[in-house]
């Protein structure tokens, strides 16, 4: 079935240290992929997000390619903040019978000055 | 514009009792969702209304239920409540659907006892 794997936390980085978190996935069909972030106390909001392979996806200096070829979605940032700290999501949705949603299980990221 | 916005933020209920969720969405989305959000599963789809219509639905019992009126506001019932449905419930509205970009509420943190 459908499903999304990233790369267990937590994650602990010093400031301006260069960042990926693995997502990879499997999918029936042809997904849209997104990155959501949830600060902490917050709601999950978009990061960013590609619809079909070879989509380059940026926000706020966060990266992510649709690598249909190797089923990934690795989401990297040259250099990261304390304000980055939070837990990051990997997602896919996909169309067959009906629409679907598919979380991963989150990655927590913490930075530390 | 307003965001999402979820009532209550907390609730506590106890084994067998139902709960009605309130869900009101970005102002002309007409795509509401439910997530359920906790430590062991992880973000999981409950289901999605388009104008009025529920249209997804993911894999949960029949006790998880919800509507949407005619001002694309959305409820969600859970009835007979389980210690296993503690959990924070997400809400997200979007223009379109699952498919597309969705913008989430603070959530609902439901604590059964």
């Known amino acids: 079935g459908d499903s999304v794997t990233q790369m267990e936390g937590p994650v602990t980085l010093s400031e301006e240290a260069f960042l990926t978190i693995n997502c990879t996935y499997t999918?029936?069909?042809?997904?849209?992929l997104f990155w959501y972030v949830q600060y902490p106390g917050e709601g999950l909001q978009l990061l960013l997000k590609?619809?079909?392979?070879?989509d380059k996806g940026s926000n706020k200096g966060f990266e992510a390619t649709y690598r249909k070829e190797t089923t990934s979605f690795h989401l990297e940032k040259g250099s990261v903040q304390v304000s980055d700290s939070a837990v990051y999501f990997c997602a896919l949705s996909v169309q067959t019978s009906y629409d679907k949603v598919i979380f991963g299980p989150g990655t927590s990221l913490s930075v530390i000055p | 514009k307003a965001g999402v916005t979820q009532t209550p933020r907390y609730l506590i209920k106890t084994r067998g009792q139902q709960v009605t969720l309130s869900c009101s969405p970005i102002?002309?989305?007409?795509?509401v969702s439910w997530y359920q959000q906790t430590p062991g599963q992880g973000l999981q789809f409950l289901f999605e209304?388009?104008?009025?219509?529920?249209?997804n639905k993911g894999n949960f019992p029949g006790r998880f239920s919800g509507r949407q009126f005619s001002n694309s506001r959305s409820e969600m019932n859970v009835s007979t409540l389980e210690l296993g449905d503690s959990a924070l419930y997400l809400c997200?509205?979007?223009?379109?659907?699952?498919?597309?970009?969705?913008?989430f509420g603070p959530g609902t943190r439901l604590l059964v006892l």
């Open positions: 209304y388009f104008s009025e219509t529920q249209r």
């Open positions: 590609a619809t079909k392979a070879d």
């Open positions: 102002s002309g989305h007409r795509s």
């Open positions: 999918a029936t069909g042809y997904p849209s």
């Open positions: 997200a509205s979007s223009t379109a659907g699952i498919r597309e970009t969705q913008y």
